[in-house]
């Protein structure tokens, strides 16, 4: 019996970041789709479907919220970073991770909302 790949999107600005997440989610065995910016995240959305979602919380567009809804709406897992707390705190329904994080504490999360199912909390 084969497993179903996963389809992981990432939204993150930082290209060093977003090309280590890629490598080590790919070679976890994940399929991985990347964005830069809110705009291309919201067409990734229009097009495609993701089982989970990191979306890093400092874009050049402006804040995720409307990625983030969008992907409540679909209930899709999403985890947040950030390497600021208090932007993390904004979002105190949702999982997170502090930048640095560790790639093991990354793959831990991101297993256990997919595991989950994760709830999609309603939006205020």
């Not at 084969?2 to 994940?30: C, K, P, W, Y």
């Not at 105190?92 to 297993?111: C, G, I, V």
């Amino acid at each position: 019996m084969t497993q179903q790949i996963r389809h992981i999107l990432v939204v993150e600005d930082e290209d060093m970041i977003a090309n280590l997440l890629l490598t080590v989610l790919e070679a976890s065995g994940f399929q991985v789709t990347t964005c830069a910016d809110t705009a291309s995240a919201m067409t990734q959305l229009a097009h495609g479907t993701f089982d989970a979602t990191l979306v890093d919380l400092t874009l050049p567009d402006g804040p995720p919220d409307r990625v983030i809804d969008a992907l409540r709406a679909r209930n899709v897992p999403v985890i947040v970073i950030s390497g600021d707390p208090d932007r993390l705190a904004r979002y105190p329904d949702l999982p997170a991770l502090s930048k640095p994080f560790r790639m093991k504490a990354l793959l831990a999360r991101l297993e256990a909302c997919l595991a989950e199912g994760m709830p999609t909390p309603s939006i205020p």
